[in-house]
Structures are given as structure tokens and as C-alpha cells.
């Protein structure tokens, strides 16, 4: 435990100049991860910036069509939202998917964004972690990695994004809104989380004084062609093994827009629009499917105990695309994996 | 005994835990609730290498946090004894037990190495985390495997763990010589007991020498004598108290860390201390060891078993030779001739594992009954039927009677509700959707004990009954059932018995453990009923005027208060009568529970059951779901149908865990159990269990304890791991001998 600042602004002018203040400064929302971390010694922030006071707790629309979803509003109330579960079920569905009833009460949007890794080591400050002390090295890479990074990993870092939300919010091209010190500025979803490369204690392209605001979905209709199938080590409440984030636009029996992102399998939600581009065109398939997902997973690889998530990833695309071009969702109630 | 059954009104009925509304309502205390004056908090600074020595601790910053009190260390521990065999508690099995901050020496990763006490949890918990410790670390081996090849007979045996059974037969022979035979290894990975009561010790200190102790434990008594031998104190100061447990599983069998720092810190520092332990360090208190199973069967064309050898080797620790009985219910589960078993241990750089939920018969039996299940297949027969064929009416590794054993009629109830008949012969062979359906079965088997217990029953004029024994109720009713007894002995409702237990100032308890406690502290308490109904007819006779002056005790009854004659009801006296006239407040009596040691030269008893399982796989992702569970269980009489149904569900849960979810996940390089919390160590979630059906066949056994209980603790989980396993190889074809199955295994 460290000692540290607490404050709580009212303002989001006064809480963004209070994170800026402070070198390593953290944003408290629903402190269902962050707090965690503090109790295990992993995140040490000199300062603890508590924004529940901030009015970011809006889900509203936007001039084209889509909605703005404050920073504050609660995996509940977002999953639960008429206008999420209207014009978002993909959305709504993967929020579904996370965690359990108790967290996703007291968890936030903007949160969701910053969870951490759930790396074994990343948590256990007695082994060396380059996410946690940059420099110290990888225990994961060699070590318990069931749960690790098959796409995008580094020598530094093979851990994984844990968040089934933002698997979701990559699909639907979601984009991130951010206050700063700067003023406001707009990130586009897959621009904000990054792979590890040589730098794995930076999730995402935050900038040290930034607050994430709102999210910003837009306008998309995707009827009921889209699923989130999540794979995971018991029924739920536990992190993906793989997930996929389905959304397909078929037109006259052929595929027009497609979205494919993957949760579980990579430092963060992973889509390959090159993939989706030579997807288009062709009559929705298990076949057509089946190279999409091998064309995802070209550059895919294991590090041990990880090495089955690559055949794993391969059926999850395979078996979400299909239930969306059935129009049949997963159910996230239902265990049963149609 | 004819009186108490004429008289049964609460055992046999379902009824609600007499501490139920103080648990759901949060005013039932546990170890670390109770409040003390002037408390100070105590935080363990855990090890964070496997082997080695300390060089070198840091405890400047710590010291500097306000409100610390004092660290302490290997280099001040506090006055404790020096010989080992002062350490041994009535569970602790052969060797060295460890002694927390005893040297420098690091023998686990996990190990405690300071403890930090401050006037608060906070001051202390901050204090803690800023101990820095540096190491030499030594050659360290967590890893089973590596270790295998040298594995050995222990030579001391663990107290109450019968070793493996000398051969019989010449199994080796019969192997070879048999139509139909089966060799395979099973692993079934390390498991962690999770109670969800963190454990915690709140000592207070009563002046010198002399303590109450509130303490997660499954033997107030076991903790008491523990704290008096390693702490030189005498028996008459030290009272332990567990009136409630959040769970054990076995975990809280021994003294865990928490109660000798508790202890220590309050006799060092005069004053009390609350010592508790986090999740994570629930980790190195002990665990379910790992195990390997080599297993050869063979049987003949009708599917009688010929040949049987199991060889099973188990984790201990380096200062430890931790024992269960793995293998001996391979010896006994079926009629076979020829029979070979063994046991092994191997050491690793550990924590000693210790006892948790059916120690031994959860890992054995659930390797034996994959491979029965695999013998099965190659012999083309049903798995019933073949259990059936080679029912054992005899304990063939003793020779011994079975007082009962009612597992055909287990069998046969299971096998209705799952509805057998609908199993595909072949696997496989089933689809609906895109899932793969298989059933599997297999038999479960535990001991039926009785132990020495002893119990005082206190009657008073108003009507009321005490009844006291030393024994804890770790969520399993013993509360609500010691109760029962007591009121149907005395005739008495319910509300008029009051259960003490959970003290170690009651008359003398084991441990709750090995499934005994309603067989013995339940006959115990029936004992000192008889008496106190004893005392009351001896009164009643000599009162002036007695209707029952003439009467035999066998002629009359106790109900609803009153001594009658059985042949004329209306002719009675109220107890409060009969004590006035004999100028009695209170008449308190006590009872004994013993096993019979001439007949245990003839007989023994075990608890049988039989499980079955549906389950579901998906063809493609190998995600399994069990729609269903049934689990016939023969434990002779049931007391509380309601709390024995709640103990079948709990081990048929934790048997799911060890069948799909529960495994410590080391890193061999570090030495180090990596997923120690509850979000990575899976035990399963509500979306895992679906519909478990509890079903108690009938069974008389009138030989096993005077109750003519057996005791459920742990029968739920033996065999459903491997009918779950069974059930999947029917579903898939897919025979997966390492546990957990988890879907990666599947996936094929």
C-alpha cells in the first residue's frame, strides 16, 4: 500500500488539472479494478483523482444518429439501457458477458476501457513483470501463460487485454472521447489501446493528464446479425479465453460490412480490416468463414500453454460468424453455444 | 433405543439450521469478529522464494508507519517451544511441523517471515507491504513430475491412514493372462480448499498466561492443546472458541499460521491480538496434494474383474510426510482376486498438503472408476452392469464384515433418475444441436466412523435441555442436529433444546473431520440424554404416590415432557414434577461415544454412493456443461434430510471443481502457485451447476454408531469427478485422464 493523494473535483476542468498535476495521477470511477490494484501493490498512483462527482453519467444522442455514453454510466446501467439494447445489442450482449451482476454494478465505461491485464504476474509484485516495472522482464513468456496473447505479442509483454466491453466497442467502431489539458480531442477505437512492442506499461495512448469522457458509438445497423461468443474456463465469471465480436451487413444473400473483433487474444481488441475487406462479397459460409478466420489468424502464435487458443480462436470466429448470419445472438443466459 | 424410535419426531425430518437467521442476519460472530479491548492487528509478510535462507530484512520503513507496535522476526520471534514433538497436533502427520519465523531457513514459497503489529489493520497492512526481504535461494523442485522418480514408501505412517493392503492374488499374472485389460495414468493436478472465510484468529488476552482464543478451526480442542504445548501454557487458561466456521473443507483440521502469531504476539506484547489471513496466503496453508495414478485392470468376457494394480505416487513437503489413503479403495470398491496397490510420496518444496474434503478417496477412487470405466469399454459391457457383476459384499483388503452396505439399491435409484436407459452405447453417438451428450456414472465410497466423543446434558425444571460437546459446525448442522437429538431422547419440541458447541471448555470432541461427527458427538449426546432419562425414572419411581412406582424403565416413555407408562399415557409425571419432588434444579448428565473394539474385529463400516451425470460438450469448442447430477447415497440414518441434502450438493459442486475447473497453476522456475486468488483459481460458478438430485436410499445399520448414522461430509464428492469424466468420454470419445478437463483438452 502507498501513501497517496485523494481529491474529488466537481468539475471536469478542475479533475483534469488535477490528474495533469501529478506525474501518475489515477481517475477513480467504480474502483473495481483499480482498487484491487492498489491492495496488491501493483498500481502505487501518488494521487487518487475520484471523478464520481463529475456529470458524465449522460447516455444521449448524437447529431448523426449515434449515441454519446458518459464515462460514468455503469456496465449495468449501459447493458441495460433501452437505447443500448435497441441500437446496440452487440454491445449490450458483451457488457453481458463480463464479470458478474455485483461488479458490473459498480464498474464504469470509461473504466472498462483502462482495466488492466489479468496476467498472473502483472498481479504478483514478487516476480518480475515489464507491464509493472518496465525493464524487469516477462515471467509470462516460458511460465503460466494459458490465458496469454496468441496475435500482436512482443519479447517484452504476451499478456492480454481482459476487457469483453471493449471487444465489443472495436467492433462497432466506437470512438473514445477525451478531455486533456489541451482541450478535447476524439481518439477512434483502434487507435486507443495499443500493442505492447517495447513499452507494455502503456495500455493505450492516454497522455498523462487525460480523462476519458464518453464513449461515442455510431450510427450502425446490423438487425440481428452480429453475436458476442465468449469462450472461457467455466460458465461465467471468468475472462475470455477467446471472444468474437460479430457484426455482419448481408445484402441479397452476399456480405457487405463486416465487423470481426477478438477479445482474450491479444494486448488489445484485435480486428483486421484487411481480413473483413476480403471478406466482402461473398456468400456468408462456414467455408468462407473458416479462410476469414484463418486469414485472421495468419500471423497467430503460442507461447506454451497458450498454443490451443489458436485452433480455439479459429472455431470461436467461425461458429460467431455463423450465429450472426443466422441472426441468432448468443445468449448470455443461456450457456448453451448455438 | 425402541423408546427413542416410538418417540421420532425430528430425526428423519427436514429442518432449518437452528443458526440459520443469526448467519443470514450477520449477528453469528466469527474467529475474526469478535471484538477485544485495546485489539491490536497483526499482518503476516509472506516469502516470495521457495527454498533458501533469509540474508537480509529491511524493516526500517515498516517500523516507521504510525501506529506499529512491533515487527517480529526469526531474529525476536516470541518464546515458543523448541521441540518438534511440541508442535504435533492430533492431525499432523509424520516429520517436522513447521514452525513460523523458527530460523532463516525458507522451506515454501508463501512462508511466513514477519509479523507486523499495529493498533490498527490498516497501519499494520501498510507496514507490512513495506518489509523487504532478500534471499539465497537454494535448489527448489515444485514439480511433481520431476520428482516422480524418486518417490518412496513412507516410513513413518500417518496416524489413522491405513497404508495400502499387502497384494493378494498374483495381479501381475492375471494381467497378462486376460482377454480384456486396461493400462492407464491418470494426474489429477493440486486443489486449493477456498473456504470463504478468510482464516483469522482473535486472541484475547485475559492476563498473564492466560488467553481466550477465537479461532477458525475445526477442533477447538486441537488449536487449545496446540497453543498450551508450543506455548508452555496451562490447559485451564487457554479456552478456544469456534462457535461458527465460514467453511474448511479440512484446511482448518491443523493450527494454521494465524493462531500461533495471535498467540505469540498477544503473550509477547500483553495485550490482544487479531491475526487474519489474506486470500492469497490462504494458498500456503496446505493444499490438496497432486497425484499420479498408474492403473492396470483386466476382467474376463463376462466382465468379471480379474486383475487390479494401482500405484498412485502424491506431493508432500520436505519437512513433512503428509498420507492418505489413495489407493486402498481400489482394494475394496469391487470382488477381484488379484489385487496390487501402492503409495508413494514425493517431496517438493512446498507447503505440507493436508486434508481436504475426502482426502485421499476424492483422488483415488476418481482415477479407479475413469479406469473401471475404461475396462468397461474395452469389454463392450454397460458400467452399471459391470458394477453390479463384481459387487463386493465384503471389505476384501481386511477380510471384514460390511455392517451395511445398501450401494445396489443406490445404484438402482440413480440409475432411474438420470434415466440410464437413455445412454448411447456408443460414444459419440448422441447430438442434439451442436452439443455431444453422454452419460457417466461412477461409485463413491467413504469411511463410516465413529470416534471417541463425549457430551454432558443439562435438564432444568423449566423443561429446557442443554446439550454440550466440544464439536464445531463448519456450515455442516451440527448445531441443528445435535438438537434433534436431544429432543426426541428427552420427548421434548425443538425450541426447548439448546445446542452448545464450538468450545474447548466442553466435553472432549475430535476435529470435525472424516465425515464422524454426527455419528460420534450425535451418540455422545444421545448417551447423556439416556442418562438424564435415567436419573428422572429413578426420581419418578421414588416419588410418593408415583404412577410409575412399579413400572420398568423399559414400561414407560418420554414425551412432551412427561415420564408416562407406555400402556397407560394418561397415568404421567411432567420432569418438572419428578425434579421438585427430588428438589432438583437441574439434573446434568454426560455421555460417551467409543467404537466397539470387538466388533471392529469382525465388521466394518463405510458410506457408499452412486453417481451419475449428463453431460454436454460442444463438438467444436469443448465447452462442457452437466445439466444434471444424481447422487444415491447409503449413509445409513439420515438426522436432518434438509442439512444432508445441503451436504451432497456441496461435495457433488466441489467433485464438478475437481472434474473441470480446480488446479494450482505453478511456476516450476519460480517455485511459485501463480492464479492465487478467486478470480484465477475457478471453482465453479452458479452457470456451472444445474440440477443436482440428492436421494438417501434406505439403509438399517444398527451396528455402525448407536444412531445408526454414517456421516456425509465428504461422500458427495467421491466419484463425481469421474462420473462427469465418464460422462464426457461417452459424449465425445474423448478419454481425458488429466483433471481438471478443462476445454483445451477437448479440443481435438
Given at each position: 500500500?502507498?501513501?497517496?493523494?485523494?481529491?474529488?473535483?466537481?468539475?471536469?476542468?478542475?479533475?483534469?488539472?488535477?490528474?495533469?498535476?501529478?506525474?501518475?495521477?489515477?481517475?477513480?470511477?467504480?474502483?473495481?479494478?483499480?482498487?484491487?490494484?492498489?491492495?496488491?501493490?501493483?498500481?502505487?498512483?501518488?494521487?487518487?483523482?475520484?471523478?464520481?462527482?463529475?456529470?458524465?453519467?449522460?447516455?444521449?444522442?448524437?447529431?448523426?444518429?449515434?449515441?454519446?455514453?458518459?464515462?460514468?454510466?455503469?456496465?449495468?446501467?449501459?447493458?441495460?439501457?433501452?437505447?443500448?439494447?435497441?441500437?446496440?445489442?452487440?454491445?449490450?450482449?458483451?457488457?453481458?458477458?463480463?464479470?458478474?451482476?455485483?461488479?458490473?454494478?459498480?464498474?464504469?465505461?470509461?473504466?472498462?476501457?483502462?482495466?488492466?491485464?489479468?496476467?498472473?504476474?502483472?498481479?504478483?509484485?514478487?516476480?518480475?513483470?515489464?507491464?509493472?516495472?518496465?525493464?524487469?522482464?516477462?515471467?509470462?513468456?516460458?511460465?503460466?501463460?494459458?490465458?496469454?496473447?496468441?496475435?500482436?505479442?512482443?519479447?517484452?509483454?504476451?499478456?492480454?487485454?481482459?476487457?469483453?466491453?471493449?471487444?465489443?466497442?472495436?467492433?462497432?467502431?466506437?470512438?473514445?472521447?477525451?478531455?486533456?489539458?489541451?482541450?478535447?480531442?476524439?481518439?477512434?477505437?483502434?487507435?486507443?489501446?495499443?500493442?505492447?512492442?517495447?513499452?507494455?506499461?502503456?495500455?493505450?495512448?492516454?497522455?498523462?493528464?487525460?480523462?476519458?469522457?464518453?464513449?461515442?458509438?455510431?450510427?450502425?445497423?446490423?438487425?440481428?446479425?452480429?453475436?458476442?461468443?465468449?469462450?472461457?474456463?467455466?460458465?461465467?465469471?471468468?475472462f475470455a479465453l477467446v471472444s468474437v465480436a460479430a457484426a455482419i451487413a448481408i445484402e441479397d444473400g452476399i456480405i457487405g460490412d463486416i465487423r470481426v473483433a477478438l477479445g482474450g487474444v491479444a494486448h488489445k481488441p484485435w480486428r483486421d480490416r484487411n481480413a473483413e475487406q476480403r471478406l466482402r462479397g461473398e456468400p456468408p459460409s462456414e467455408a468462407t468463414f473458416l479462410r476469414f478466420a484463418e486469414d485472421v489468424l495468419r500471423e497467430s502464435e503460442g507461447c506454451g500453454q497458450n498454443d490451443f487458443k489458436i485452433e480455439l480462436a479459429r472455431r470461436t470466429i467461425v461458429r460467431a460468424l455463423m450465429q450472426a448470419t443466422r441472426g441468432t445472438p448468443q445468449d448470455q443466459s443461456d450457456k448453451v453455444v448455438r | 433405543m425402541e423408546a427413542l424410535q416410538s418417540n421420532i419426531a425430528h430425526i428423519g425430518k427436514p429442518t432449518s439450521r437452528v443458526d440459520g437467521k443469526l448467519k443470514v442476519t450477520?449477528?453469528?460472530?466469527?474467529?475474526?469478529?469478535?471484538?477485544?479491548?485495546?485489539?491490536?492487528?497483526?499482518?503476516?509478510?509472506?516469502?516470495?522464494?521457495?527454498?533458501?535462507?533469509?540474508?537480509?530484512?529491511?524493516?526500517?520503513?515498516?517500523?516507521?508507519?504510525?501506529?506499529?507496535?512491533?515487527?517480529?522476526?526469526?531474529?525476536?520471534?516470541?518464546?515458543?517451544?523448541?521441540?518438534?514433538?511440541?508442535?504435533?497436533?492430533?492431525?499432523?502427520?509424520?516429520?517436522?511441523?513447521?514452525?513460523?519465523?523458527?530460523?532463516?531457513?525458507?522451506?515454501?514459497?508463501?512462508?511466513?517471515?514477519?509479523?507486523?503489529?499495529?493498533?490498527?489493520?490498516?497501519?499494520?497492512?501498510?507496514?507490512?507491504?513495506?518489509?523487504?526481504?532478500?534471499?539465497?535461494?537454494?535448489?527448489?523442485?515444485?514439480?511433481?513430475?520431476?520428482?516422480?522418480?524418486?518417490?518412496?514408501?513412507?516410513?513413518?505412517?500417518?496416524?489413522?491412514?491405513?497404508?495400502?493392503?499387502?497384494?493378494?492374488?498374483?495381479?501381475?499374472?492375471?494381467?497378462?493372462?486376460?482377454?480384456?485389460?486396461?493400462?492407464?495414468?491418470?494426474?489429477?493436478?493440486?486443489?486449493?480448499?477456498?473456504?470463504?472465510?478468510?482464516?483469522?484468529?482473535?486472541?484475547?488476552?485475559?492476563?498473564?498466561?492466560?488467553?481466550?482464543?477465537?479461532?477458525?478451526?475445526?477442533?477447538?480442542?486441537?488449536?487449545?492443546?496446540?497453543?498450551?504445548?508450543?506455548?508452555?501454557?496451562?490447559?485451564?487458561?487457554?479456552?478456544?472458541?469456534?462457535?461458527?466456521?465460514?467453511?474448511?473443507?479440512?484446511?482448518?483440521?491443523?493450527?494454521?499460521?494465524?493462531?500461533?502469531?495471535?498467540?505469540?504476539?498477544?503473550?509477547?506484547?500483553?495485550?490482544?491480538?487479531?491475526?487474519?489471513?489474506?486470500?492469497?496466503?490462504?494458498?500456503?496453508?496446505?493444499?490438496?496434494?497432486?497425484?499420479?495414478?498408474?492403473?492396470?485392470?483386466?476382467?474376463?468376457?463376462?466382465?468379471?474383474?480379474?486383475?487390479?494394480?494401482?500405484?498412485?505416487?502424491?506431493?508432500?513437503?520436505?519437512?513433512?510426510?503428509?498420507?492418505?489413503?489413495?489407493?486402498?479403495?481400489?482394494?475394496?470398491?469391487?470382488?477381484?482376486?488379484?489385487?496390487?496397490?501402492?503409495?508413494?510420496?514425493?517431496?517438493?518444496?512446498?507447503?505440507?498438503?493436508?486434508?481436504?474434503?475426502?482426502?485421499?478417496?476424492?483422488?483415488?477412487?476418481?482415477?479407479?472408476?475413469?479406469?473401471?470405466?475404461?475396462?468397461?469399454?474395452?469389454?463392450?459391457?454397460?458400467?452399471?452392469?459391470?458394477?453390479?457383476?463384481?459387487?463386493?459384499?465384503?471389505?476384501?483388503?481386511?477380510?471384514?464384515?460390511?455392517?451395511?452396505?445398501?450401494?445396489?439399491?443406490?445404484?438402482?435409484?440413480?440409475?432411474?433418475?438420470?434415466?440410464?436407459?437413455?445412454?448411447?452405447?456408443?460414444?459419440?453417438?448422441?447430438?442434439?444441436?451442436?452439443?455431444?451428450?453422454?452419460?457417466?456414472?461412477?461409485?463413491?465410497?467413504?469411511?463410516?466412523?465413529?470416534?471417541?466423543?463425549?457430551?454432558?446434558?443439562?435438564?432444568?425444571?423449566?423443561?429446557?435441555?442443554?446439550?454440550?460437546?466440544?464439536?464445531?459446525?463448519?456450515?455442516?448442522?451440527?448445531?441443528?442436529?445435535?438438537?434433534?437429538?436431544?429432543?426426541?431422547?428427552?420427548?421434548?419440541?425443538?425450541?426447548?433444546?439448546?445446542?452448545?458447541?464450538?468450545?474447548?471448555?466442553?466435553?472432549?470432541?475430535?476435529?470435525?473431520?472424516?465425515?464422524?461427527?454426527?455419528?460420534?458427538?450425535?451418540?455422545?449426546?444421545?448417551?447423556?440424554?439416556?442418562?438424564?432419562?435415567?436419573?428422572?425414572?429413578?426420581?419418578?419411581?421414588?416419588?410418593?404416590?408415583?404412577?410409575?412406582?412399579?413400572?420398568?424403565?423399559?414400561?414407560?416413555?418420554?414425551?412432551?415432557?412427561?415420564?408416562?407408562?407406555?400402556?397407560?399415557?394418561?397415568?404421567?409425571?411432567?420432569?418438572?414434577?419428578?425434579?421438585?419432588?427430588?428438589?432438583?434444579?437441574?439434573?446434568?448428565?454426560?455421555?460417551?461415544?467409543?467404537?466397539?473394539?470387538?466388533?471392529?474385529?469382525?465388521?466394518?463400516?463405510?458410506?457408499?454412493?452412486?453417481?451419475?451425470?449428463?453431460?454436454?460438450?460442444?463438438?467444436?469448442?469443448?465447452?462442457?456443461?452437466?445439466?444434471?447430477?444424481?447422487?444415491?447415497?447409503?449413509?445409513?440414518?439420515?438426522?436432518?434430510?434438509?442439512?444432508?441434502?445441503?451436504?451432497?450438493?456441496?461435495?457433488?459442486?466441489?467433485?464438478?471443481?475437481?472434474?473441470?475447473?480446480?488446479?494450482?497453476?505453478?511456476?516450476?522456475?519460480?517455485?511459485?502457485?501463480?492464479?492465487?486468488?478467486?478470480?484465477?483459481?475457478?471453482?465453479?460458478?452458479?452457470?456451472?451447476?444445474?440440477?443436482?438430485?440428492?436421494?438417501?436410499?434406505?439403509?438399517?445399520?444398527?451396528?455402525?454408531?448407536?444412531?445408526?448414522?454414517?456421516?456425509?461430509?465428504?461422500?458427495?464428492?467421491?466419484?463425481?469427478?469421474?462420473?462427469?469424466?465418464?460422462?464426457?468420454?461417452?459424449?465425445?470419445?474423448?478419454?481425458?485422464?488429466?483433471?481438471?478437463?478443462?476445454?483445451?483438452?477437448?479440443?481435438a
Amino acid at each position: 500500500m502507498n501513501r497517496f493523494d485523494y481529491i474529488r473535483p466537481d468539475t471536469i476542468a478542475d479533475a483534469v488539472a488535477a490528474l495533469a498535476a501529478f506525474p501518475g495521477a489515477k481517475a477513480l470511477a467504480g474502483g473495481t479494478n483499480l482498487v484491487d490494484l492498489m491492495k496488491y501493490d501493483v498500481a502505487t498512483p501518488a494521487r487518487v483523482v475520484d471523478i464520481n462527482r463529475l456529470p458524465l453519467k449522460a447516455v444521449e444522442d448524437t447529431a448523426d444518429g449515434g449515441l454519446r455514453v458518459g464515462a460514468l454510466v455503469t456496465n449495468s446501467d449501459l447493458a441495460w439501457h433501452p437505447q443500448i439494447a435497441k441500437r446496440y445489442p452487440l454491445l449490450a450482449s458483451a457488457i453481458l458477458a463480463g464479470a458478474s451482476g455485483q461488479l458490473r454494478n459498480a464498474a464504469t465505461t470509461g473504466g472498462n476501457l483502462l482495466q488492466r491485464t489479468r496476467c498472473y504476474y502483472f498481479y504478483d509484485t514478487s516476480t518480475p513483470c515489464n507491464k509493472r516495472v518496465p525493464g524487469s522482464g516477462c515471467s509470462a513468456i516460458g511460465g503460466v501463460n494459458r490465458i496469454h496473447a496468441i496475435l500482436g505479442a512482443s519479447d517484452s509483454c504476451i499478456a492480454v487485454h481482459p476487457s469483453d466491453m471493449c471487444v465489443a466497442l472495436a467492433a462497432l467502431d466506437a470512438e473514445v472521447e477525451v478531455e486533456g489539458p489541451q482541450g478535447r480531442r476524439i481518439i477512434p477505437f483502434a487507435q486507443f489501446h495499443r500493442l505492447p512492442d517495447h513499452n507494455p506499461e502503456l495500455d493505450n495512448t492516454l497522455e498523462p493528464g487525460d480523462l476519458v469522457t464518453a464513449i461515442i458509438l455510431p450510427a450502425t445497423d446490423f438487425g440481428r446479425h452480429h453475436t458476442y461468443l465468449k469462450i472461457r474456463d467455466r460458465l461465467s465469471y471468468a475472462f475470455a479465453l477467446v471472444s468474437v465480436a460479430a457484426a455482419i451487413a448481408i445484402e441479397d444473400g452476399i456480405i457487405g460490412d463486416i465487423r470481426v473483433a477478438l477479445g482474450g487474444v491479444a494486448h488489445k481488441p484485435w480486428r483486421d480490416r484487411n481480413a473483413e475487406q476480403r471478406l466482402r462479397g461473398e456468400p456468408p459460409s462456414e467455408a468462407t468463414f473458416l479462410r476469414f478466420a484463418e486469414d485472421v489468424l495468419r500471423e497467430s502464435e503460442g507461447c506454451g500453454q497458450n498454443d490451443f487458443k489458436i485452433e480455439l480462436a479459429r472455431r470461436t470466429i467461425v461458429r460467431a460468424l455463423m450465429q450472426a448470419t443466422r441472426g441468432t445472438p448468443q445468449d448470455q443466459s443461456d450457456k448453451v453455444v448455438r | 433405543m425402541e423408546a427413542l424410535q416410538s418417540n421420532i419426531a425430528h430425526i428423519g425430518k427436514p429442518t432449518s439450521r437452528v443458526d440459520g437467521k443469526l448467519k443470514v442476519t450477520g449477528r453469528a460472530r466469527y474467529a475474526a469478529e469478535y471484538p477485544a479491548a485495546d485489539l491490536l492487528h497483526g499482518v503476516i509478510v509472506s516469502a516470495t522464494v521457495p527454498a533458501g535462507r533469509i540474508t537480509k530484512l529491511e524493516l526500517d520503513r515498516a517500523r516507521a508507519v504510525p501506529g506499529v507496535v512491533q515487527i517480529f522476526t526469526h531474529e525476536n520471534r516470541g518464546k515458543a517451544a523448541w521441540l518438534d514433538r511440541k508442535w504435533r497436533d492430533e492431525v499432523a502427520p509424520p516429520g517436522h511441523p513447521f514452525r513460523p519465523l523458527h530460523s532463516d531457513r525458507i522451506l515454501f514459497d508463501g512462508q511466513p517471515i514477519a509479523l507486523v503489529v499495529a493498533d490498527s489493520f490498516e497501519a499494520a497492512r501498510d507496514a507490512a507491504s513495506l518489509v523487504r526481504a532478500e534471499y539465497d535461494i537454494d535448489d527448489f523442485c515444485t514439480e511433481l513430475e520431476v520428482r516422480r522418480p524418486e518417490a518412496y514408501d513412507p516410513p513413518e505412517k500417518r496416524s489413522g491412514i491405513p497404508p495400502p493392503p499387502e497384494p493378494r492374488g498374483d495381479a501381475e499374472d492375471a494381467f497378462d493372462r486376460a482377454k480384456h485389460r486396461i493400462s492407464s495414468e491418470y494426474r489429477i493436478n493440486a486443489e486449493h480448499h477456498n473456504p470463504m472465510e478468510l482464516f483469522g484468529t482473535t486472541c484475547v488476552f485475559e492476563g498473564p498466561g492466560q488467553l481466550t482464543i477465537y479461532e477458525k478451526t475445526q477442533g477447538s480442542q486441537n488449536s487449545q492443546g496446540y497453543v498450551t504445548s508450543v506455548f508452555g501454557l496451562r490447559s485451564k487458561n487457554v479456552r478456544v472458541i469456534n462457535h461458527y466456521v465460514g467453511g474448511a473443507f479440512g484446511a482448518a483440521l491443523r493450527p494454521q499460521q494465524q493462531l500461533f502469531f495471535a498467540v505469540m504476539a498477544s503473550l509477547e506484547l500483553k495485550r490482544s491480538v487479531r491475526v487474519t489471513l489474506t486470500r492469497s496466503q490462504m494458498f500456503y496453508i496446505g493444499y490438496r496434494p497432486d497425484t499420479y495414478h498408474a492403473i492396470a485392470l483386466a476382467a474376463d468376457n463376462k466382465g468379471r474383474l480379474t486383475s487390479i494394480m494401482h500405484d498412485a505416487v502424491a506431493a508432500t513437503s520436505h519437512h513433512e510426510d503428509y498420507q492418505e489413503a489413495v489407493v486402498n479403495w481400489s482394494g475394496m470398491m469391487y470382488h477381484c482376486d488379484n489385487v496390487k496397490l501402492s503409495y508413494a510420496l514425493a517431496k517438493l518444496n512446498t507447503a505440507t498438503p493436508c486434508d481436504m474434503r475426502a482426502p485421499g478417496a476424492s483422488v483415488g477412487v476418481n482415477a479407479f472408476e475413469c479406469a473401471i470405466d475404461e475396462l468397461c469399454h474395452d469389454v463392450g459391457i454397460d458400467p452399471l452392469e459391470f458394477r453390479r457383476i463384481n459387487f463386493a459384499s465384503i471389505d476384501e483388503n481386511t477380510g471384514k464384515m460390511l455392517t451395511s452396505k445398501a450401494l445396489l439399491e443406490c445404484y438402482q435409484q440413480g440409475a432411474a433418475a438420470i434415466g440410464w436407459d437413455r445412454r448411447p452405447v456408443k460414444p459419440r453417438s448422441l447430438k442434439d444441436g451442436r452439443e455431444l451428450v453422454g452419460l457417466g456414472m461412477a461409485t463413491g465410497m467413504w469411511d463410516a466412523f465413529l470416534m471417541k466423543a463425549a457430551a454432558e446434558a443439562k435438564l432444568t425444571a423449566d423443561g429446557r435441555l442443554e446439550v454440550s460437546t466440544a464439536a464445531s459446525d463448519i456450515g455442516t448442522g451440527t448445531w441443528t442436529i445435535l438438537a434433534q437429538i436431544g429432543a426426541d431422547a428427552l420427548g421434548l419440541p425443538l425450541e426447548a433444546i439448546t445446542s452448545r458447541i464450538g468450545d474447548s471448555t466442553l466435553p472432549a470432541s475430535p476435529v470435525e473431520g472424516g465425515s464422524w461427527t454426527a455419528a460420534s458427538n450425535g451418540s455422545a449426546v444421545m448417551a447423556a440424554c439416556e442418562a438424564i432419562k435415567a436419573t428422572l425414572f429413578k426420581h419418578a419411581r421414588a416419588m410418593t404416590n408415583s404412577p410409575v412406582a412399579q413400572a420398568e424403565y423399559d414400561d414407560v416413555v418420554f414425551a412432551g415432557g412427561r415420564i408416562a407408562l407406555k400402556n397407560d399415557l394418561a397415568r404421567s409425571l411432567s420432569f418438572a414434577e419428578v425434579m421438585h419432588a427430588a428438589d432438583l434444579a437441574e439434573i446434568t448428565e454426560t455421555g460417551k461415544a467409543a467404537p466397539s473394539l470387538l466388533q471392529m474385529r469382525k465388521y466394518i463400516s463405510y458410506t457408499h454412493s452412486a453417481v451419475f451425470a449428463e453431460v454436454r460438450v460442444d463438438e467444436d469448442l469443448g465447452v462442457v456443461r452437466i445439466p444434471r447430477i444424481v447422487c444415491a447415497a447409503a449413509a445409513g440414518r439420515i438426522i436432518n434430510p434438509k442439512t444432508a441434502r445441503s451436504q451432497i450438493l456441496g461435495g457433488v459442486v466441489m467433485g464438478i471443481g475437481m472434474a473441470l475447473h480446480e488446479e494450482a497453476m505453478t511456476d516450476h522456475r519460480l517455485g511459485k502457485i501463480m492464479n492465487h486468488s478467486l478470480a484465477e483459481y475457478h471453482v465453479p460458478a452458479h452457470a456451472d451447476i444445474a440440477d443436482i438430485e440428492v436421494i438417501f436410499v434406505d439403509e438399517t445399520d444398527e451396528k455402525v454408531s448407536p444412531l445408526g448414522v454414517k456421516g456425509l461430509g465428504e461422500i458427495g464428492i467421491v466419484g463425481t469427478a469421474a462420473a462427469v469424466a465418464n460422462a464426457i468420454f461417452n459424449a465425445t470419445g474423448r478419454r481425458v485422464r488429466d483433471f481438471p478437463i478443462t476445454l483445451d483438452k477437448l479440443l481435438a
